[in-house]
């Protein structure tokens, strides 16, 4: 069971980090805090592109890895001895 542990635990440091990253590749929408820091110069072209969808499909994924890895941590720390 040890091993199953630490191998949640190392894909969930591993998928916070690349969801980190992902997120911050995102382009900004307007009025958050992306405007704060420059991100509101720059001019939308109506549509998105096949890199900002595959971007998002990515970050679903890694996201419902991470939501998996939380949960499958929880029930190890639940029904453990």
Not at 31 to 59: I, Q, Y
Request: aromatic share 8%.
């Amino acid at each position: 069971m040890t091993a199953v542990k630490i191998g949640l635990e190392v894909l969930l440091v591993l998928a916070s980090l690349f969801l980190t990253l992902l997120i911050l590749m995102h382009k900004g929408k307007g009025g958050g805090l992306s405007d704060m820091f420059g991100g509101g110069m720059s001019s939308s072209l109506g549509g998105s592109t096949v890199a900002e969808r595959n971007l998002d499909r990515f970050t679903i994924a890694i996201g419902i890895i991470w939501f998996v890895t939380i949960v499958g941590l929880g029930l190890i720390a639940r029904f453990s001895s």
